[in-house]
Each structure stands twice: as C-alpha cells, then as structure tokens.
C-alpha cells in the first residue's frame, strides 16, 4: 500500500501515520520530523530547512524532493509506504509522481484529514513531542504515563518552535494556498478519502481499517 496523508497543520496526520503504520506494518515517511532531524543534525539541508520552518513557510521543493527521493530509495519502502506531509505543492505532488513511475509503483489513495480550526488551534498549542522518537502528545488528550517524559524512550518533552499561536495561523494560510489545492488533482484521479480528524484516538483504528479495506 502506498498512501499520502494530506491536511491542515494540526489535524492529526503525524498521530494517523503512526496508527496507520502499527496496523499495517508499513514505514511512515514524515517529512517534518526528517527536517527537523536535519536542523538538528546541522546537515547542509537542516542549514536551508531552519528558516523557513522557524517562519512557517514550506521547505524549498529542491531540498524536501531530495530528501523524499533519497528515503524512498532505501529497501524497507518496496512494498509500500506511508507518506506524511509530502508532497505539499504542485511540484512536489508532480515529483512524487516521477519517484513512484521510476520505481514501477502507484499511488494508492490520499487520506485527506479534516478538523475545524478551533481543534487545530487548540491540538497544536497543547501539543508536546519527543525530539528523539517523534512520539506524540497532547497535554489535554494525550497524556504520557510521566508529566514531560516520552513513554517510549525516556527522553524530555518539547514544544515545537512553530507551535506558537502567529507561526501556527501563517501555517494555516501556507496551506490554503499552496498545499489545499493539489487536492483537487488527487480527486481528479479518484484517490481521495475524506476522514474526520475530530475522532477520539481509540476510534481512528476502526475507521483506519475501515477506509482501507481491501488496499
Ligand atoms: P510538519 O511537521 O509536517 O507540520 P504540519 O503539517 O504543520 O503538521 P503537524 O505536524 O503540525 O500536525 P499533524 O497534522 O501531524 O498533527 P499531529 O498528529 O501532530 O511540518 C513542519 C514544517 O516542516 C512545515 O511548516 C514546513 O516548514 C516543513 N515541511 C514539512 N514537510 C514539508 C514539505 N513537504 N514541503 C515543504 N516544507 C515541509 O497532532 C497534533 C496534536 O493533536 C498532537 O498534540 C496530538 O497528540 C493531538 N491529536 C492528534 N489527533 C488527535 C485526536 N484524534 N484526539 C486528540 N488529540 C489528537
């Protein structure tokens, strides 16, 4: 199975990716946490990704392109993948293409995640999340087992640079305008499942299952 997950900052792609991955066995491919990771590292893309992303505007396509096809290269993604938060733009969306035609693969679907933007705000300004595993939490809904500690690896909880209120909003508009309509071109091909990015967490498996089947 190869499937993109699309929608707004905060509506939950990086949490479904996760449940997505654990039921189907397939890699999870996100962007974000693979430029953070550079930023962290101070590789020559982390140099170019930091300013955009302290900013809230997407990542040069040349530099976010070169990392997918480089992941996309490597032997555990043969089978399928799970792609969170790329492509994000037109180009993208056309490089994908070009990725999945030189390895003789399709598209399978695009999950498109909604959620009002009263959630987002409120998801994205609570949120909390490891910088070594990427584990996720929600200091609300999502609690880990220990206050500020990541149930899985130990490590000390963060608040994301772009997870304050102005970076968030100028996300929201990045979005509506260079990410929402490549939509458009998926619907075209008949690809797009719509789900609710308002469902309770131990509701997402069900529905995930569900919108899936026979993938
Ligand atoms: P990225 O990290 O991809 O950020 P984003 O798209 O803005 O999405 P988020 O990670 O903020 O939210 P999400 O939808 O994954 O929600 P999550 O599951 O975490 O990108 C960051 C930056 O990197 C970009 O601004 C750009 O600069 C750059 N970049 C990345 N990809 C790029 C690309 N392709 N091209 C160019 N630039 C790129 O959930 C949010 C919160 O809600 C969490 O606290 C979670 O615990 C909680 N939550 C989730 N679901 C539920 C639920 N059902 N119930 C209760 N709480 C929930």
Redesign the pocket.
């Known amino acids: 199975m190869r499937l993109v997950i699309l929608?707004p900052?905060?509506?939950?792609?990086?949490?479904r990716a996760k449940i997505i991955g654990r039921i189907f066995g397939y890699p999870v491919v996100?962007?974000?946490?693979m430029?953070r990771e550079a930023v962290a590292a101070g590789t020559e893309y982390g140099k170019i990704a930091e300013g955009?992303?302290k900013k809230?505007?997407?990542?040069r396509d040349d530099v976010?392109i070169g990392i997918v096809e480089e992941r996309l290269r490597k032997p555990d993604v043969e089978e399928g993948f799970i792609l969170?938060?790329?492509?994000?733009?037109v180009n993208?969306a056309r490089a994908l293409d070009r990725i999945l035609n030189k390895m003789g693969a399709i598209l399978d679907v695009v999950m498109y995640v909604t959620a009002k933007p009263e959630t987002i705000l409120s998801?994205?300004s609570?949120?909390r999340s490891c910088p070594k595993c990427g584990a996720?939490?929600?200091l609300k809904?999502?609690l880990p087992k220990v206050e500020g500690v990541c149930d899985e690896c130990g490590s000390k909880l963060v608040q994301r640079d772009?997870d304050k209120e102005a970076i968030i909003l100028h996300?929201l508009e990045v979005y509506e305008q260079q990410t929402f309509p490549i939509l458009e071109r998926y619907e075209r091909l008949g690809k797009v499942r719509e789900v609710s990015?308002e469902?309770?967490?131990d509701e997402?498996p069900g529905e995930v299952e569900r919108v899936l089947k026979g993938l």
Do not use: C, N, W
Request: aromatic share 6%.
């Open positions: 929608g900052p905060g509506s939950g792609k990086g949490t996100t962007t974000g946490a430029l955009y992303m809230g505007e997407l990542v976010v969170d938060g790329f492509p994000r733009s993208q998801r994205l609570l949120r996720i939490y929600h809904d999502i772009d996300r990015g469902l309770k967490i997402i």
